[in-house]
């Protein structure tokens, strides 16, 4: 641990020590700007304590060293994990096969296999499919005039994205959607660890059949193209893609919700935005990326030291664990004039995302496309809305967002009617 530690509980001790960053109730029950702000300013590696049970870990919060650490796989590696859960249980057992936690060649290797079944016309025709489902959810909600966002469109589009990519029968997506939640957050602040556990371990089983099934009868999807792959002609195991296709669909169902539901959340308390958005004053695809980085859905990464370094004066070791906060980067005044302001016209908006370097999610291109479709539609069928309950935020220390948003729409008829 640095002395530092020591000297901020001395100074204050309501100060940055006194946060657990492990524990998802304190993202709910903190005002996490004012967290991150002095951070930035006074601690930018800040060594978060170890307790009985629990190694400690430094946390970064500046853009610049954020976005350089993204980048540098040599002083860090994936291998031992990406998110606090696996990065403090020592370890990821996918390492070397799961593209998100897998380093140097193979991780080229595999990434660039992953990139074929990628194809632009594998994208080309899986945003056709999201657009067509987002204009039809988006209209049914509107027309039905009140219900809760997040079940009625949010939820739904992601699975079809990611399900139309892997080629997940659609009457299986209720089932996958329902344990992909339960993987990476929860509704409820007391879910047992074993339930994601389970969860995770039931997916795999589904892709390990999913799988034997398209080595039988391939089909226009990318396990069947991963079923062909090989790297330096060695053929992709079963396990290689199992993995693979349970990177993608957590990666690609809960970040794309979460960001879809933030996105409508933000308009509804901005009405002065929604209005530009509405009239066309602003792009729709600079407004989408302001969405994202005011949603900012995963709040950090991390990764393990793979050799001794100093960062602004503190002494990272080889073995310890490094996060990178992107909820903090994304907000960091240095590179966003007034970034607690939503600026749907904002440019530049070099926003952290989806990460950066190597590891640069592979899912980007979707997700952007997602979240488009759904402004475009709220734009289109809707003259306005409003939030009539409270909504839910979820419990997680890797995401954030919303878990049900109830709405009532004022549909657009004319929007409407043209489709
Ligand atoms: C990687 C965020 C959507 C699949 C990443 C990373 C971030 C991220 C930050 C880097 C992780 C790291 O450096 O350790 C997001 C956000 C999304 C989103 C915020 C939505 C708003 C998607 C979608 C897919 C996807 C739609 C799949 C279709 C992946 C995969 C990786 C990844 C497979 C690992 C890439 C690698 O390690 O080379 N994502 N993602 N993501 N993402 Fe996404």
């Known amino acids: 641990m640095s002395v530092q530690t020591t000297e901020i509980q001395r100074e ?10 492990v524990n998802p109730k304190t993202y709910l ?3 996490m700007a004012a967290y991150w702000r002095r951070l930035r300013t006074d601690h930018p590696v800040f060594w978060h304590p170890e307790t009985a049970d629990r190694r400690g870990f430094w946390v970064v919060s500046r853009y610049p060293d954020v976005q350089a650490l993204f980048r540098d796989n040599k002083r860090l590696t994936s ?3 990406n998110v606090l859960v696996t990065l403090l249980a020592g370890g990821d ?32 025709k899986v945003a056709g499919i999201v657009r067509e489902n987002t204009r039809r959810l988006m209209a049914e ?13 949010a939820s739904v589009i992601p699975m079809t994205t990611v399900g139309g990519l892997l080629g997940i029968p659609v009457s299986d997506h209720p089932y996958l959607l329902k344990l992909t939640k339960s993987c990476l957050s929860s509704d409820e602040a007391d879910q047992a660890p074993e339930e994601a556990f389970l969860a995770r371990n039931e997916i795999l089983l589904y892709f390990s059949d999913l799988v034997a099934e398209r080595r ?15 790297i330096n002609g060695v053929p992709l195991t079963d396990q290689d893609i199992v993995f693979n296709c349970y990177s993608l669909i957590l990666g690609g169902d809960e970040t794309s919700r979460l960001s879809m539901i933030e996105a409508l959340h933000a308009l509804s308390s901005e009405p002065g935005e929604w209005r530009r958005l509405r009239d066309h004053e602003v792009d729709l695809e600079t407004a989408t990326e302001e969405m994202l980085r005011w949603a900012t859905p995963a709040m950090n990464f991390g990764r393990h030291a793979t050799t001794d370094f100093e960062l602004h004066g503190e002494q990272i070791k080889k073995g310890d664990i490094v996060t990178l906060w992107q909820m903090s980067a994304n907000r960091d005044e240095t590179v966003f004039p007034d970034p607690y302001t939503l600026d749907l016209a904002r440019t530049p908006n070099k926003h952290i995302t989806f990460g950066y370097g190597p590891h640069f999610c592979i899912g980007a291109y979707l997700a952007r496309v997602e979240v488009k479709e759904m402004l475009d539609a709220l734009r289109t069928f809707s003259t306005g809305f409003e939030i009539t309950g409270e909504p839910h935020r979820i419990h997680s220390n890797l995401m954030q967002g919303m878990s049900y948003l109830p709405m009532r729409y004022f549909p657009d008829e004319q929007g409407l009617a043209a489709g």
């Open 12 to 21: 204050n001790p309501a100060g940055p020590a006194s946060l657990d960053l």
């Open 29 to 31: 029950e903190n005002d």
């Open 79 to 81: 291998e031992k994990g």
């Open 93 to 124: 057992s996918a390492a070397g096969q799961m593209l998100a936690v897998t380093d140097g060649r193979r991780h080229k290797d595999l990434r660039n296999v992953m990139l074929k079944a990628f194809s632009p016309r594998a994208l080309a």
């Open 141 to 153: 909600a509107i027309r039905r005039g009140e219900g809760d966002f997040a079940a009625d469109v």
């Open 216 to 230: 039988e009868n391939p089909q226009d999807d990318v396990i069947s193209t991963l079923t062909r792959s090989d």
